[in-house]
């Protein structure tokens, strides 16, 4: 069976289309949401999820998240004693989704459509099908991310739509495109996009906003340890900003705790340059695309980052209307991935569908003129419409020769970030042999390290109390006794909740 993926820089999502709809596969914790995270235990165990992002906290240094950022680079990202290439972080994640797949279908996975960034290039388009290949998870058409949120908004009424543009802000990039629906042909007529903004650059932002106000000596830790801490305090202080006038910037150091308030109008004037930069792919593709903006039918808002107050009212003001929020901004690509598996199965519920997707990027090929004083002038671009992208976006060129008659086909290979065929099974083969801890352990996983987080982030009494209830509950873990287990873990749970509520009481 053929299933869809959003594979995010912050979380990620499985979708397959069923009956005639599509449909979201819960994680073995029951969320729809799996963060883009992976982590190493101390016995060299592999998690993936929620699990993993909780101990990026405890266990910085043995913990990824983010390495969407990197995909198509040689980047490689060390931890514990092993380095990993970012497409090979991305396979574990991959390979974790095909498994909850598997367990909620009840039937075997052959095959995916996943989803990228529509300014995705060609290497960061071939790395993600790289990880594919990694997870043993072949990837049979890699969709752009705000064209398969197009998709979700054009099914759901199966209603003509004047031209409407898809506003794609998540953790890590960013992506514009104008779509238009008619007669069931859903045609995507711009594309834009930041490959380099999203909801990680806001915290990033807050970060450097509060700093220097924890007057926290950075001599004391380790700078790796610090950072992540002072990341994961600003992404629950933009969340908080999110519904409140204020949000609470806290973390604790070794044997101290640092906390500030920052209100909303603080916030808005440190990302000021950010929202500024949200402007430009918008107009370039309504430019692109020769449609005014109060032409638009709508604006559809895709991505957790949308949510943020500040980017809402950005938006507002640039077209000069409320944005549109039918869609759930976290569900809609992956809803349009699964329909994009439905339309290549040929689902009779889709057959008066057709989609067509366009190329983001100019293209075209290197040529140098000569100047007044007969000097060669190289590396100036000429862009050149005899090229195209196939329907996964990778780049072919057909070429013809008037004089001559002749033609040519050829698929440009990057071969700087090309892998051999038997380097793609050896690192396959060194995946599989990791240890990745069994499905049906994910929720004691999960919890632990939900308190391990809890423990580095508590002092005095509380964290004594924390100490003391991981170390119950792991006794019985060990004991394998399912019903004892399953009802400390609903204490354990229970308890957790109560402190963290009363942290922001």
Request: hydrophobic fraction near 40%; glycine fraction near 8%.
């Amino acid at each position: 069976m053929r299933i869809g993926i959003d594979l995010g820089t912050t979380n990620s999502l499985v979708a397959a289309f069923v009956d005639g709809q599509p449909a979201l596969i819960p994680n073995a914790l029951g969320e729809l949401l799996t963060p883009s995270a992976v982590s190493i235990d101390d016995d060299g165990n592999v998690t993936v999820g929620r699990a993993a992002l909780d101990r990026q906290l405890s266990h910085p240094l043995t913990t990824a998240t983010t390495f969407k950022r990197s995909m198509g680079t040689a980047h490689r990202r060390k931890l514990g004693r092993r380095e990993f290439a970012p497409e090979e972080l991305s396979a574990l994640v991959l390979q974790s989704l095909k498994r909850d797949a598997e367990a909620y279908l009840q039937t075997a996975v052959t095959s995916a459509v996943v989803t990228v960034p529509a300014y995705f290039n060609d290497r960061q388009r071939k790395a993600t099908r790289r990880a594919g290949e990694l997870a043993g998870l072949p990837i049979d058409r890699l969709i752009n991310e705000p064209t398969a949120a197009a998709l979700a908004f054009g099914i759901s009424d199966r209603e003509d739509h004047e031209p409407f543009l898809v506003f794609d802000l998540g953790g890590g990039t960013f992506d514009v495109s104008i779509v238009e629906i008619y007669d069931g042909i859903i045609e995507v007529r711009a594309s834009a996009g930041d490959n380099r903004l999203g909801g990680e650059d806001f915290n990033e932002a807050l970060v450097s906003l509060a700093q220097p106000r924890l007057s926290i000596d950075s001599k004391r830790i380790d700078p790796e340890i610090l950072r992540t801490r002072l990341l994961a305090a600003a992404e629950s202080c933009r969340r908080q900003l999110t519904h409140q006038d204020s949000g609470e910037f806290a973390l604790t150091v070794g044997e101290e705790r640092f906390a500030i308030t920052i209100g909303t109008d603080e916030f808005e004037a440190q990302v000021a340059g950010l929202v500024t930069r949200l402007r430009e792919p918008v107009l370039r593709a309504l430019r692109d695309s020769r449609i005014r903006a109060n032409e638009l039918s709508d604006v559809v808002l895709v991505g957790g980052a949308t949510r943020m107050p500040v980017v809402r009212k950005a938006i507002t003001r640039l077209f000069g209307r409320f944005p549109n929020h039918r869609v759930h901004p976290d569900e809609a690509v992956a809803r349009g991935a699964a329909v994009q598996v439905g339309l290549m199965d040929r689902d009779v519920h889709l057959e008066e569908v057709r989609m067509t997707d366009i190329c983001p990027f100019s293209l075209g090929v290197e040529v140098g003129n000569f100047d007044q004083r007969g000097v060669l002038i190289g590396g100036q671009f000429s862009p050149i419409i005899r090229f195209s992208y196939d329907l996964s976006g990778l780049l072919e060129v057909d070429t013809f020769i008037p004089a001559t008659g002749e033609r040519a086909n050829l698929v440009i290979v990057d071969e700087e970030g090309a892998m051999p065929a038997g380097e793609i099974e050896k690192r396959r083969t060194a995946l599989a042999a990791l240890k990745v801890h069994p499905r049906e352990e994910a929720a004691n996983v999960a919890l632990l390290a939900r308190a391990e987080r809890a423990y580095e982030d508590h002092l005095g009494a509380e964290r004594e109390q924390l100490g003391l209830m991981i170390q119950q509950f792991r006794s019985t873990v060990e004991s394998q006794d399912p019903r004892a287990i399953d009802e400390a873990r609903g204490h354990f749970g229970a308890a957790l909740d109560q402190l963290e509520a009363e942290r922001f009481l």
